[in-house]
């Protein structure tokens, strides 16, 4: 059972800067693909951005491509979300994901039936 730990949302102002960390621990494959999704009060949740653990490469919403950057860290097993030029429209709750069986086909992530998810982190924007 792999568990995430989020940390770093707070409340920014817009045009601010923050960046998500999520701690993973208890996994024993490494060809997991590491995700950041997030949830709106009121709407569906939504992916913002994806990596692939081996590989390190970046997948993202039209949304943010521009604005937010994922990365991980092997040796501390974590991943980040780099976020820059914050908009009040990315307000939400940040949720990180894990997922051994996700399917990387171009620029596209399908995430499985087995992700693993983080409790989530709160990031407010205000305008």
């Known amino acids: 059972q792999v568990l995430l730990v989020e940390s770093g949302g707070g409340l920014v102002q817009a045009g601010d800067s923050l960046r998500l960390s999520c701690a993973a621990s208890?996994?024993?494959?490494?060809?997991?693909?590491m995700g950041w999704f997030r949830q709106a009060p009121g709407k569906e949740r939504e992916f913002v951005a994806a990596?692939?653990?081996?590989?390190?490469?970046?997948f993202y919403a039209d949304s943010v491509k521009g604005r937010f950057t994922i990365s991980r860290d092997k040796a501390k097993n974590t991943v980040y979300l780099q976020m820059n030029s914050l908009k009040p429209e990315d307000t939400a709750v940040y949720s990180c994901?894990?997922?051994?069986?996700?399917?990387?086909?171009?620029?596209?992530?399908?995430?499985?039936?087995?992700?693993?998810w983080g409790q989530g982190t709160q990031v407010t924007v205000s305008s």
């Open positions: 994901a894990a997922d051994s069986r996700a399917d990387v086909s171009g620029e596209t992530v399908t995430w499985s039936e087995y992700v693993s």
């Open positions: 208890g996994w024993t494959f490494s060809n997991y693909v």
């Open positions: 990596i692939t653990w081996n590989g390190g490469n970046p």
